[in-house]
């Protein structure tokens, strides 16, 4: 089925941040394991994996549509260099990411593509309700209750090594 161009050139877009996202999210991963904070490298390195799963799902509805993803193309990386930048700068490529499936979820409505939609909200869904709250949410407990004391609760292994 031949996608709409408006619509395709929207979810290249959104590739390009699910694939910025990945990286971005496992340098985190890695550099959190480095330092020794088990529970935050667990959490991003899922986060690392559903971004691969976003972009699975954008690349499948592309080639459905007839189209050729180009997986090149990447937005720039902002990695942090301690645990409050990077959070913060994670939390930003998800406000930047749910600005950009909400731009594409009304170019979708306009082109009458509802699969593209659906796909595209559950994406958001994901984005939102997940992954930019959990980010809140840690920033939040920064705050709270103090980077040391912070940092010391993800110390701890998250299961059996």
Not at 36 to 60: N, V
């Amino acid at each position: 089925m031949k996608g709409n161009p408006e619509v395709i050139a929207h979810l290249q877009r959104l590739l390009s941040n699910e694939l910025a996202a990945i990286d971005q999210y496992f340098i985190h991963s890695l550099m959190y394991e480095d330092w020794g904070f088990a529970k935050l490298f667990a959490r991003i390195e899922h986060e690392a994996t559903e971004e691969k799963e976003h972009a699975s799902l954008l690349i499948r509805r592309m080639l459905f549509l007839e189209a050729t993803p180009d997986l090149s193309q990447r937005d720039g990386l902002h990695v942090g260099s301690s645990v409050p930048e990077m959070l913060a700068n994670d939390l930003q490529v998800e406000y930047e990411v749910a600005a950009a499936l909400k731009e594409a979820i009304a170019c979708c409505e306009q082109h009458k593509d509802f699969q593209t939609r659906t796909v595209l909200l559950q994406l958001l869904r994901d984005t939102e309700e997940d992954h930019a709250d959990w980010l809140e949410q840690q920033l939040g407990l920064i705050e709270r209750v103090g980077l040391e004391n912070y940092l010391q609760s993800q110390m701890h292994d998250v299961g059996p090594a």
